[in-house]
């Protein structure tokens, strides 16, 4: 599968990136005598941005430890070779590519509502908790099917001492302001059920920093059973932050926004 995105937003429900082909129903069709394929075990949905130089290594990891999994690279505007890498691994990779830069929670609602299989999952191009972490959350919703998603809680020192402590504050102000439980809403690694993913993604609007928050807000307010794996980070220096004051700013705006649809 290879699709652009138009600038002009989201395509049409006819064969859309944003669609994908989803069923109402988790589990999906079931097979017709004229072979049509099931849907998969798992997807995995890896949003990018210009992530050309980490993304072949990231890819060889997911591709040979889930070699039945469907894997989808969202390319969001890139300006380097982040989407001739990731086509590089045709068949086993999809691409999704759009012209210009949206933003990340843009490029995991494309991909997490294109994807078909029982469990949904994204991740950050760095694959910030390794396969293993994957399979952690795999393994929670095998086990648990109260469980309608999970998601990664970092554990452990990462970064410095600074990046943690503003870290912190972030968490206790979007905590207050949203009123969400969990205590790590911007881990890069969140797992669903399909009916749960399509159920979140299909309402989401924020297309920055705080699309996170949002999904967390959302599956809050509809009362969905969320649980938090506590992950050790693994390969968090392979892209330092770029989190500025201006991010921060839109991080405040993006989260009123949030804020007033859930009291609407």
Do not use: W
């Amino acid at each position: 599968m290879s699709a652009d995105l138009s600038d002009a937003g989201l395509p049409d429900s006819s064969g859309s990136a944003e669609a994908g082909g989803i069923t109402s129903e988790a589990g999906g069709s079931a097979p017709e005598a004229g072979g049509s394929v099931p849907p998969p075990r798992i997807s995995i949905v890896v949003p990018a941005f210009n992530e050309g130089a980490i993304l072949r290594g990231t890819l060889e990891q997911i591709v040979a430890a889930f070699p039945d999994a469907e894997v989808i690279v969202v390319d969001d505007g890139s300006s380097d070779d982040t989407a001739e890498v990731a086509r590089s691994f045709a068949p086993a990779v999809a691409v999704l590519s759009r012209e210009s830069n949206v933003g990340k929670g843009y490029a995991v609602r494309v991909g997490m509502l294109a994807a078909e299989g029982h469990i949904v999952l994204f991740t950050d191009a760095d694959l910030p908790f390794g396969v293993a972490g994957i399979e952690r959350l795999m393994r929670l919703l095998d086990e648990h099917p109260e469980v309608d998603a999970a998601i990664a809680r970092k554990i452990g020192a990462y970064r410095g001492l600074s990046y943690r402590a503003a870290r912190a504050v972030v968490r206790a102000g979007v905590r207050r302001s949203l009123r969400i439980v969990h205590e790590d809403t911007q881990a890069g690694l969140k797992g669903f059920r399909r009916k749960a993913a399509h159920a979140i993604f299909s309402e989401c609007v924020v297309n920055g920093f705080a699309a996170d928050m949002e999904v967390l807000a959302l599956a809050q307010r509809d009362a969905l059973v969320v649980e938090s794996v506590p992950l050790r980070v693994v390969n968090d220096a392979l892209r330092p932050s770029t989190f500025t004051v201006g991010h921060g700013v839109r991080l405040i705006r993006e989260i009123r926004q949030i804020r007033r649809r859930l009291d609407t």
